[in-house]
């Protein structure tokens, strides 16, 4: 059964950080490469970046630089580092494998304001 749990997002300030989790079930941990997506108010959900099993990385340009996607192979957790954050990070942000598969998780809410 897949299972994908988020947690660690929350209200922070422009310029601050936030770290993500996200645990995942063996049964789609060990077989894809994953993915941390986020969606905004109104807006399609989008692949932020991912990582593959061998821990090869990649982001959309927005951000590059502030976030940083990793995976513990030992838990079959999925992390991602927000530094920087700008209020356009605001969305609610989910992990998936890339490309994602028909279930997904409840999610973790992050919101960046003053």
């Known amino acids: 059964q897949v299972q994908l749990v988020e947690s660690g997002g929350g209200l922070v300030q422009p310029g601050g950080s936030l770290r993500l989790s996200c645990a995942a079930s063996?049964?789609?941990?060990?077989?894809?490469?994953m993915g941390w997506y986020r969606q905004a108010p109104g807006k399609q959900r989008e692949l932020v970046a991912t990582?593959?099993?061998?821990?090869?990385?990649n982001y959309i340009d927005s951000v590059k630089g502030r976030f940083t996607i990793s995976r513990d192979y030992a838990t079959n957790t999925v992390y991602l580092q927000m530094n920087s954050l700008k209020p356009e990070d605001t969305a609610v942000y989910y992990c998936?494998?890339?490309?994602?598969?028909?279930?997904w998780g409840p999610g973790t809410q992050v919101t960046v304001s003053s």
């Open positions: 990582i593959t099993w061998g821990g090869s990385t």
């Open positions: 998936n494998a890339d490309p994602a598969q028909n279930y």
């Open positions: 063996p049964s789609i941990f060990s077989q894809y490469a």
